[in-house]
């Protein structure tokens, strides 16, 4: 049965709830790149100890937002297809998806959702992402393999797409499917200072 986690940025501009169901995957990552959105949002809290993200990942229509839609923002970090959600009223980092809404894909940041709640719904994570990256000792972390959650977010994908949900995504356009807000990319100034900080 599926139940509603709720989220919010910092300030409580965006809001909205999250149907948590047997199709998602709780996960912790630890690349570089999350550590990076974390210290260029101004949020490293977010971040825990070896340096890893909390993460939902599920299907593009289970996510809804109840207020502050034109108050998102969203950023491309490198030249990746990833692109970072974030409030822009307070730039708390809230999801990540792709570039466009055709492959169909969303990671909610869990820092952002009643903790209370979360530790109800969700338990423990599945497993840790990018531990080569973590900070610390990292060799009593669970590891999950990329490939694992890959596959899964593969059926979930495919689901949105024979299924229309992709058109029901909160953050891309129905018709177009490109994003609700304009991206941007960062200059090679701020991605050398990002990559200098993690070395």
Same mark, same amino acid.
């Given at each position: 049965?599926?139940s509603?986690? #709720? +989220? ?6 965006v809001?909205g709830?999250? &149907? ?31 340096g890893?993200t909390?993460?939902?990942? &599920? ?7 109840a ?9 491309h970090? &490198?030249?990746?297809p ?9 730039? &708390? #980092?809230? +999801?990540?998806?792709v570039g466009?809404?055709?492959?169909p ?17 969700? =338990?423990?994570?599945g497993?840790?992402? +990018?531990?080569?990256?973590?900070i =610390? ?11 694992t ?16 949900d ?12 490109? #994003? ?20």
């Amino acid at each position: 049965m599926a139940s509603a986690l #709720p +989220f919010a940025c910092e300030c409580g501009t965006v809001s909205g709830t999250l &149907t948590i169901g047997p199709e998602g995957d709780h996960v912790i990552c630890h690349c570089t790149d999350c550590q990076n959105l974390a210290h260029y949002l101004g949020h490293p809290r977010v971040l825990d100890a070896e340096g890893g993200t909390a993460l939902y990942q &599920t299907r593009c229509a289970r996510m809804r937002l109840a207020s502050g839609r034109d108050r998102l923002a969203c950023v491309h970090l &490198t030249d990746k297809p990833t692109l970072r959600w974030y409030a822009g009223c307070c730039r &708390t #980092p809230l +999801f990540n998806t792709v570039g466009t809404g055709k492959l169909p894909f969303i990671t909610v940041q869990l820092a952002a959702c009643d903790a209370a709640a979360r530790e109800r719904l969700l =338990g423990p994570p599945g497993g840790h992402l +990018f531990v080569q990256d973590a900070i =610390g000792d990292a060799s009593g972390l669970r590891k999950m393999r990329m490939a694992t959650l890959m596959r899964r977010f593969a059926v979930r994908a495919i689901r949105d797409i024979v299924s229309g949900d992709r058109r029901r995504a909160a953050l891309f356009d129905p018709q177009t499917l490109e #994003p609700i807000a304009v991206p941007h990319r960062l200059t090679s100034e701020k991605r050398r200072a990002l990559r200098d900080r993690s070395h």
